[in-house]
T-cell receptor, first 117, second 112 residues
């Protein structure tokens, strides 16, 4: 079945540095990818919708200059957390929609744990 | 604003019984509703999708109902097993780009 791969699975970074998370669709093309953040015991909160070849659409309250999203190809979207702070520590999950399939099945990655120290 | 609630944060049942999870929503008319399973520290895994014009959907031991009048979906797992223990997420769909709105989830524990 369709697979979405996230890398890294977990990362620890120092406060003030930037960290990049990759989201790849391994066996399908994804014009649209979604980035979510999930805090413990909370729901997945949509951060932004990433569209290949164009600017991402950010949800209200999400700083686009802090969470940089690049969707440079049909199989790769990246999320860069810039000037990370401890409150950015969270579980970041991406999902991708198969461009060629009709319907509304969305495939999720395994998530990336970010810890900012 | 859109709101989605899953009836309880946690549900404990005995193996073999039927687990019933509830998802209620307000201020939204989703074109479809999805249920996902999420294990600790993992991404969600798609289980079932039900559209607004469908009343019920089944897949093996899983059954989902969708009542657009009540704005409610019920998710049933029959003959539950300890391996069914996980957090189950309800998600509303229908945005122009396919984005989903998630509930907080219900943590199901099936005791042997």
């Amino acid at each position: 079945g369709a697979v979405v791969s996230q890398h890294p699975s977990w990362v620890i970074c120092k406060s003030g540095t930037s960290v990049k998370i990759e989201c790849r669709s391994l066996d399908f093309q994804a014009t649209t990818m979604f980035w979510y953040r999930q805090f413990p015991k909370q729901s997945l909160m949509l951060m932004a919708t990433s569209n290949e070849g164009s600017k991402a659409t950010y949800e209200q309250g999400v700083e686009k200059d802090k969470f940089l999203i690049n969707h440079a190809s049909l199989t790769l979207s990246t999320l860069t957390v810039t000037s990370a702070h401890p409150e950015d520590s969270s579980f970041y999950i991406c999902s991708a929609r198969d461009t060629l399939l009709s319907g509304n099945t969305i495939y999720f990655g395994e998530g990336s744990w970010l810890t900012v120290v | 604003s859109q709101k989605i609630e899953q009836n309880s944060e946690a549900l404990n049942i005995q193996e073999g019984k039927t687990a019933t999870l509830t998802c209620n929503y307000t201020n939204y008319s989703p074109a479809y509703l999805q249920w996902y399973r999420q294990d600790p520290g993992r991404g969600p895994v798609f289980l079932l999708l039900i559209r607004e014009n469908e009343k019920e959907k089944r897949k093996e031991r899983l059954k989902v109902t969708f009542d657009t009048t009540l704005k409610q979906s019920l998710f049933h797992i029959t003959a539950s097993q300890p391996a069914d223990s996980a957090t189950y997420l309800c998600a509303l769909g229908g945005g122009s780009q396919g984005n989903l709105i998630f509930g907080k989830g219900t943590k199901l524990s099936v005791k042997p």
